[in-house]
């Protein structure tokens, strides 16, 4: 199910006068965004992506939001970890153009996922991606949850933007800093606690050290 994003107007309009409801809803998108960004509440499993011999990026993409990053990923059923290209080329000296079974990916500015090793067969819908999504700058609707259950804090982030524009009849840098601080403590505690809910995925390996692992790109 789904919500239309303007009904968060009637929630951020009051004290902002003459704020246009057009500024409005971009600035709402803009917090969820940020919200969905940080919180990693909204994620779904993309089609199973076929694996070509000698290729290590494939596009991620969705067709119910941006993509926000890597929550999770297998190659045959076995899950696969987050590491970074300077552990690589510091761990791994030749990983750029050695083939093999994958056992880490990075995730590029393209919103590539790249394996590490490069698979050196093909295998059809070999490769599962989980995504973290986050609506687009064009978005109309989002999903329902987000308002049913993070209206208020999603409501706090727009006016603390709104109230941050300068030289507007609602400006006004004081409740914008007072609404900032809130929101983003609210936003932090939904993650924290949404975190604790998360059961650790069961790897192929453990590598060398946990501090070389990430789980955002």
Same mark, same amino acid.
């Given at each position: 199910?789904?919500?239309?994003?303007?009904?968060?107007?009637?929630?951020?309009?009051?004290?902002?006068?003459?704020?246009?409801?057009?500024?409005?809803?971009?600035?709402?998108?803009?917090?969820?965004?940020?919200?969905?960004?940080?919180?990693?509440?909204?994620?779904?499993?993309?089609?199973?992506?076929?694996?070509?011999?000698?290729?290590?990026?494939?596009?991620?993409?969705?067709?119910?939001?941006?993509?926000?990053?890597?929550?999770? *990923? !297998?190659?045959?059923? $076995?899950?696969?970890?987050?590491? &970074?290209? #300077? @552990?690589?080329?510091?761990?791994?000296?030749?990983?750029?153009?050695?083939?093999?079974?994958?056992?880490?990916?990075?995730?590029?500015?393209?919103?590539?996922?790249?394996?590490?090793?490069?698979?050196?067969?093909?295998?059809?819908?070999?490769?599962?991606?989980?995504?973290?999504?986050?609506?687009?700058?064009?978005?109309?609707?989002?999903?329902?949850?987000?308002?049913?259950?993070?209206?208020?804090?999603?409501?706090?982030?727009?006016?603390?933007?709104?109230?941050?524009?300068?030289?507007?009849?609602?400006?006004?840098?004081?409740? *914008? !800093?007072?609404?900032? $601080?809130?929101?983003?403590?609210? &936003?932090? #505690? @939904?993650?924290?606690?949404?975190?604790?809910?998360?059961?650790?995925?069961?790897?192929?390996?453990?590598?060398?050290?946990?501090?070389?692992?990430?789980?955002?790109?």
């Amino acid at each position: 199910m789904s919500v239309n994003i303007t009904s968060w107007i009637t929630e951020v309009a009051p004290g902002l006068r003459f704020c246009p409801n057009p500024l409005i809803k971009r600035e709402v998108i803009k917090t969820l965004r940020d919200f969905c960004k940080k919180t990693k509440l909204w994620y779904e499993q993309l089609t199973a992506i076929d694996i070509v011999a000698d290729t290590a990026a494939y596009a991620l993409s969705s067709s119910n939001g941006d993509v926000a990053s890597v929550k999770r *990923a !297998e190659v045959g059923d $076995l899950a696969i970890d987050p590491i &970074r290209e #300077d @552990v690589l080329d510091r761990d791994y000296t030749n990983w750029r153009t050695t083939t093999g079974n994958p056992f880490a990916y990075f995730v590029d500015v393209s919103r590539n996922i790249n394996l590490v090793y490069t698979p050196a067969t093909a295998s059809t819908g070999g490769l599962d991606v989980w995504v973290n999504l986050m609506p687009t700058l064009t978005a109309t609707t989002v999903e329902d949850f987000l308002y049913d259950d993070h209206r208020d804090i999603i409501t706090l982030g727009a006016r603390a933007r709104l109230m941050a524009h300068e030289d507007r009849p609602w400006s006004n840098a004081q409740k *914008a !800093e007072a609404y900032r $601080l809130q929101y983003e403590a609210q &936003r932090d #505690d @939904v993650r924290r606690q949404s975190g604790k809910m998360l059961t650790p995925a069961v790897t192929r390996q453990t590598l060398r050290s946990r501090a070389n692992v990430i789980s955002y790109f």
